[in-house]
């Protein structure tokens, strides 16, 4: 039996203390094996390979994208040379060094070459460089996994570790495979009772990963990994636990780490921006029953939390408290919707068009409210468009948060009593409120300003006991 482990940028980042915790640690001999690492690129990397995740600050790809100035983007990529050797420097010495920036300069080389290519080529009318952008856009991002990945390999043999680079990056190959037979080929040969695989995050092929899940590439190699090779459990190595609610906001003295949930309520999070991890990645390890472990990399023996298919909490209880912050709430007034049910349709295929995340939606019978996370100019662009589609509407627009209640199992009596009453002794205006059937999720919509005030409120009056301070359900 083996298992697959996922080791995220910000993690990697701190490569050194991985080595001591999860990598090698106190393990010797066979307890080093069995084991198949998928990492990420370090922290930031991929947002200078592509655009900020967060800010959208354009990154080699997004000045390539713009193709206005040839000069914009060597120059960010030469940004990208500059901080891979920098963590290079920081990694090794002497001539693992000079291996290390040899492979990285020579991928580098090699995308600078493909893309001053591909701008003569599309210089000529008959080709649009439109065409060519999701290879661009995957080829940038395989630079950082595959950095990573060598580095990581490179450690660990000098530590006496036989650690295995798989590269999944497609680097010179003539055809692609599809996803599956791309894993396949790679691991086919691999014995994991005597090596340690080390995986690209980013996997080419046939099906192209970032055309379906763009930055949530390295989550579905994994995940795919874990399921071709029938992996005993999937763990992926956060740089903090899965807690009852995030500790910046309410306090490190009051949180608590989950412990178990299931599927569903990894589901939520991501709605909510919060992956656990990213929910087509989870619905392979689902269907195969291959449960899910959230792990501190840096606590290595703690247990972590445990997802998995079946779970429910023993007793009915709310086990996070989570939010997004930055939604923006379009509503949309029109009496002749009542009875069309093309207009729902018709609206969320424009917010789909133009990239807005609906995070949820509610309607009476003369409006509807979707609750979008995006870009400002995307939504002004959506305004714009709903106002000019349906010239008889009214459309309205405000920024808001949504805090939720979470729990594999919701049906908590008196619980949206609890939540009115909480909310409202901390002064805090409920604009919504959504509970589905599910009993998974209770969502409360509230004035963006008002979002850290209603995390609070809601984990200490739904997960915090009063008169004790401890916890009322910890899964």
């Not at 914009?72 to 920098?86: D, F, I, P, T």
């Not at 492979?103 to 060519?132: P, T, W, Y």
């Not at 995050?201 to 055309?211: D, I, L, W």
Request: proline share 1%; with cysteine; net charge negative.
């Amino acid at each position: 039996m083996h298992t697959v482990e996922k080791i995220g940028g910000t993690s990697m980042s701190r490569f050194s203390e991985l080595m001591d915790t999860i990598l090698i640690g106190n393990r010797q001999g066979a307890a080093l094996y069995n084991r198949i690492f998928v990492v990420s690129a370090y922290g930031g990397i991929t947002n200078l390979l592509l655009e900020h995740k967060k800010t959208g600050e354009p990154g080699v790809y997004a000045r390539f994208a713009e193709a206005e100035n040839e000069l914009a983007w060597k120059e960010n990529l030469e940004q990208v040379r500059k901080e891979m050797l920098s963590k290079n420097a920081e990694l090794f010495t002497g001539e693992d060094r000079h291996k290390a920036d040899q492979f990285i300069l020579e991928r580098i080389k090699g995308a600078e070459n493909c893309m001053e290519n591909l701008q003569k080529l599309c210089s000529v009318g008959h080709f649009q460089l439109e065409d060519h952008l999701l290879r661009v856009r995957e080829m940038l991002a395989s630079l950082g996994e595959t950095h990573s990945a060598f580095n990581s390999v490179l450690a660990l043999n000098n530590a006496g570790v036989n650690a295995r680079f798989v590269d999944l990056s497609g680097w010179h190959q003539e055809h692609p495979l599809s996803f599956d037979d791309m894993i396949k080929t790679h691991f086919e040969d691999i014995d994991l009772t005597r090596e340690l695989p080390i995986a690209t995050g980013y996997a080419h092929c046939s099906e192209g990963v970032m055309r379906t899940f763009d930055r949530g590439y390295s989550e579905m190699t994994f995940s795919k990994i874990a399921t071709i090779t029938n992996a005993h459990e999937a763990i992926i190595h956060k740089e903090y636990h899965l807690s009852s609610a995030d500790p910046a906001v309410v306090g490190l003295d009051k949180i608590v780490t989950i412990g178990r949930t299931n599927y569903d309520v990894a589901d939520q999070l991501s709605n909510l921006g919060m992956e656990a991890i990213h929910p087509k990645a989870a619905k392979g390890l689902r269907q195969q029953e291959i449960q899910l472990r959230i792990k501190n990399a840096f606590e290595p023996y703690h247990s972590g939390t445990v997802i998995s298919t079946d779970y429910r909490s023993a007793e009915p209880c709310v086990e996070i408290i989570a939010g997004r912050r930055n939604v923006f709430a379009i509503e949309i007034f029109d009496q002749d919707m009542l009875g069309d049910s093309n207009y729902d349709i018709e609206l969320a295929r424009l917010l789909h068009q133009l990239k807005l995340y609906i995070v949820n939606r509610d309607s009476d019978a003369n409006s509807i409210t979707y609750y979008v996370a995006g870009s400002r100019k995307m939504v002004n662009r959506a305004m714009r468009l709903i106002r000019e589609a349906y010239s008889g509407a009214e459309v309205n627009l405000q920024k808001v948060a949504i805090v939720s209640a979470i729990g594999s199992d919701l049906k908590v009596s008196g619980i949206l009593a609890k939540t009115v009453s909480a909310l409202a002794d901390a002064k805090i205006s409920i604009q919504a409120l959504h509970q589905s059937m599910r009993q998974v999720e209770m969502q409360c919509v509230v004035n963006d300003e008002d979002y850290e005030s209603a995390v609070k409120a809601l984990h200490h009056a739904l997960i915090e006991r009063e008169e004790h301070g401890d916890v009322i359900c910890a899964a």
